[in-house]
């Protein structure tokens, strides 16, 4: 089946055996709808003729290999060996919410929420880089080693530095080997022949085949440039670090100069240039039934989750709560979220002011007017205020 790449089995054997875990001869071909790869009002799945089918598995299987005997083309024994030990790991400590070929669709996933992250999108939350480059190993390290708070992502951080560095290769080829994929399967969305209608019309059947045979081709041929492409947005990753200009001014956090900085960070907050107010509301609560309604209809991200933003009173951020950590949300956005970028908007003195007060809120609530939620009066009797605030951190948008 594979027609380019000769696997070493030995090791793979040896690791995998006695896992627990039966893996299939291939990995899962992914199944979309036209809106999730082509942004078409529909719900339409994406049906491949079997001739396509087979011929996408095919690709699949010759530049990633199999979930027995995963690999890349051009790599080192060395890597190929560390990509082996990351699988095993990732087997025993992850397929089970991520799913075997990262799809956040492990047997745990439909019990969890937040979900766990699809890979496959090659879309990362929390990292140190732009909006739309891939995150860096040590972005990718950090959420292994802290976990995501509020969510079931559990933290790593006992495990050898050696093994959290081959599960992260395991976790990127992953998402290579979905990006492919997607990439291909758009192609097809857009360009491939639908042969149900080319029937419907009357084509016949050996016009209907040399059509598939045609696209097959075009699939085969570019292949190479799209794994080219994949690979390349991974490499380029270290140069897209988000680096503040300015750095974080150091407070007393007993000094005017800090309390000025909180009432700056403030005045942007519930003013119009940083806007916070519109998504966080007013008391930083980002209770949903107080939203602006506009704000409530985008409340799904790219994967088709809910997507609620952050309730800043209680101090729990997913990608970090280092000040660079919320600069970074702040300047950046967040990648496949609702939360917009500020940099272009914003000096970074004046996103310093925000990181302070954001840090300030869950310890100094009085900072924003704190009014009774519109929820709080339908039955829940006294304390429904902070009961809805546990809610709305369980619904909040960023795992």
Known sequence: MSRRLTW??????????????????QYPLASYTRAELIGEKSDERVDLPPAIREELGNLLVDYFGTPKQ????SISDEQWQNLI???????KHCIHCHGLNGGGNGPTAP???????????GVFKWKSTTRTAKPTREDLLLILKEGAIGTSMPPFRLMPEKQLNELVDYV???????????????YYATEGPNVRQMYAEGVSGAEVQQSVAQFNKELAEMAPEVLAEVQESWRQAGDDIIEPNETMPSYNVESEEYEASLQRGKELYLGDKAACYKCHNRDGRANV?????SMREKNVDDWGQ??????LLLGMYRGGRRPVDLFRRIHQGIAGAQMPAGGSNLKPREIWDIVNFVRAL?????????????SAGHGHGHGAEESHAAEDDAKAEDH
């Open 289 to 293: 039934a107080d939203m602006d309604p």
């Open 111 to 121: 019990f969890l929420f937040p979900r766990p992250r699809d890979y496959r999108r």
């Open 70 to 73: 995963p690999g890349l083309l």
């Open 172 to 186: 990127i080829f992953l998402s290579m080997r979905g990006e492919f994929e997607r990439k291909l399967l758009q």
């Open 362 to 374: 869950p310890y100094r609530p009085s900072l924003l007017p704190q009014e009774k939620p519109k």
């Open 85 to 91: 030990h990351g699988q095993a790991l990732y087997q």
């Open 306 to 311: 809910p997507n609620y933003p952050r309730n």
């Open 8 to 25: 070493l089995t030995g090791l793979s054997v040896l690791l995998l055996g006695g896992c627990g875990i039966n893996l299939p001869g």
